[in-house]
Nanobody, 123 residues
Framework: QVQVVESGGGLVQAGGSLRLSCAAS????????MGWYRQAPGKERELVAG???????NYGISVKGRFTISRDNAKNTVYLQMNSLEPEDTAVYYC?????????????????WGQGTQVTVSP
């Protein structure tokens, strides 16, 4: 079974830091892009950050300079270091893996999502 599982959410005060992790599992050969999205109550899901297998990154405007995405290809794991957190960062954070190649059938998954992890930032 191919899946992605997030961990590391929680409650933090404004100005604090959290680190999210997401591990993909299931006979994985490669993952083109891994990333983080978030969805706050009443709002649409938005991109937080993404990273390619080669290390190219992109960030949502609201988190640039505060969040850092990194990736361990050998472990099929992506991390999100979140610093200077603001109450506006409160949301469910979802891990995404795009263009996943695995051993087995089916051998390709265009898009995998985790179940999400709650991040709450108090004023």
């Amino acid at each position: 079974q191919v899946q992605v599982v997030e961990s590391g959410g929680g409650l933090v005060q404004a100005g604090g830091s959290l680190r999210l992790s997401c591990a993909a599992s299931g006979s994985i050969v490669s993952i083109a892009v891994m990333g983080w999205y978030r969805q706050a109550p009443g709002k649409e899901r938005e991109l937080v950050a993404g990273i390619t297998s080669g290390g190219m990154t992109n960030y949502g405007i609201s988190v640039k300079g505060r969040f850092t995405i990194s990736r361990d290809n050998a472990k099929n794991t992506v991390y999100l270091q979140m610093n200077s957190l603001e109450p506006e960062d409160t949301a469910v954070y979802y891990c995404n893996a795009m263009a996943v190649v695995v051993r087995g059938t089916p051998a390709y998954f265009p898009d995998l999502w985790g179940q999400g992890t709650q991040v709450t930032v108090s004023p």
